[in-house]
């Protein structure tokens, strides 16, 4: 997949958004791709989106929404108690379960270091998320509450969020929203991706890598140069 996506870089601008926050791109993303990627071509906005990071020379952050101190109380407060409501304590968790990203609150079912298999196990029809969320959109109406990942439910300002990411890439970049695409498996309403949805880019659902894989594939194949040894990979 890293190799997969330095190609799309050779091609295409590249901006992953997600909920996690900046140490988790750099592991998960920055890490792994090969010491010849195009990095001037990729933006990385952690938290979804309420963060900024673009390469030049070094990463460099561009801005960051935080929280304060008393938002944060706030949100843990109310994450603690729908929690405790819904009933879904893990009888064991690995790592921290409600963690402060700084921009954004984040609750982790299993902890944020579980396996992935376990975590795959927890919830996959968000069905568990989703009664977390209608406790926690009655406790804290001003805020943002999205459902993402395998285990995890993320709390912004509102506004904050995946859709106001898009609209800081279309400013910086100069990219109109009309020439994007977002990819995403949390595009239903509630979920972390349906901020894409809303702000009216195309948007193409996927139901994980595998899936994410196929659309890259065939990205690179629109946009490569068909006389090139390296161009029209078949999707």
Not at 116 to 124: I, V
Not at 166 to 193: C, S, Y
Request: hydrophobic share 40%; aromatic share 8%.
């Amino acid at each position: 997949m890293a190799m997969l996506l330095s190609k799309l870089l050779d091609v295409q601008k590249v901006a992953i958004i997600s909920g996690g926050d900046w140490p988790q791109f750099q592991k998960q993303v920055v890490s792994k791709l090969p010491n010849n990627a195009k990095l001037h071509n990729l933006s990385l906005l952690p938290t979804c989106g309420t963060k900024f990071f673009k390469f030049d020379q070094e990463w460099t952050q561009l801005y960051a929404e935080n929280l304060t101190a008393t938002q944060k109380a706030r949100i843990f407060s109310a994450l603690e108690n729908s929690i405790k409501e819904a009933g879904f304590t893990p009888d064991r968790v690995w790592g921290e379960v409600i963690e402060d990203r700084g921009t954004q609150v984040t609750f982790s079912a299993l902890g944020q270091l579980a396996p992935l298999a376990e975590k795959q196990k927890w919830d996959p029809s968000f069905s568990k998320r989703k009664a977390i969320k209608v406790i926690l959109d009655h406790l804290i109406p001003e805020y943002s509450v999205r459902l993402g990942g395998s285990t995890s439910i993320d709390v912004t300002r509102p506004g904050i969020d995946k859709g106001y990411g898009i609209g800081k890439l279309r400013d910086i970049l100069g990219v109109a929203l009309h020439e994007m695409i977002f990819v995403g498996d949390a595009l239903f309403p509630g979920g972390n991706d349906y901020p894409a949805k809303e702000i009216g880019i195309v948007a193409i659902a996927v139901n994980g890598p595998g899936e994410s894989r196929k659309v890259i594939e065939a990205i690179i194949a629109c946009f490569s140069d068909p006389s090139s040894p390296s161009g029209g990979l078949g999707a």
